[in-house]
């Protein structure tokens, strides 16, 4: 069994930064990368980024890039997400995934998924 726990959400003011992280625990596996997927109340959820888990390159959806910034810590088994400048529209639930698999941009490409931890952003 693979668990993924998100950390560090909480409410915050416009223009403030906070940074959520992951840790992985449970069955060893090979996993191709994690990603970070965020869903706002009658919203699907949506991509934000991901990291390859092995050459860290980072991925995001166009509308993010520049704001938001995902690193890993391959020893302490854990992704984390930056988040500046933050928006009342950024408010959401912010969850990790992982994934063997390649096309990351996807929900159905990742294999597990953690409960999401949630971040809200006031005006």
């Known amino acids: 069994q693979v668990q993924l726990v998100e950390s560090g959400g909480g409410l915050v003011q416009a223009g403030d930064s906070l940074t959520v992280s992951c840790t992985t625990s449970?069955?060893?596996?090979?996993?191709?990368?994690m990603g970070w997927f965020r869903q706002s109340p009658g919203k699907e959820r949506e991509f934000v980024g991901a990291?390859?888990?092995?050459?860290?390159?980072?991925y995001y959806t166009d509308s993010l890039k520049g704001r938001f910034t995902i690193s890993r810590d391959r020893a302490k088994d854990t992704v984390y997400l930056q988040m500046n400048t933050l928006k009342p529209e950024d408010t959401a639930i912010y969850c990790c995934?992982?994934?063997?698999?390649?096309?990351?941009?996807?929900?159905?490409?990742?294999?597990?998924w953690g409960q999401g931890t949630q971040v809200t952003v006031s005006s």
């Open positions: 990291i390859r888990w092995i050459t860290g390159s980072t």
């Open positions: 449970g069955r060893a596996f090979s996993r191709s990368a």
């Open positions: 995934a992982a994934t063997t698999g390649t096309n990351w941009y996807r929900r159905e490409t990742y294999n597990y």
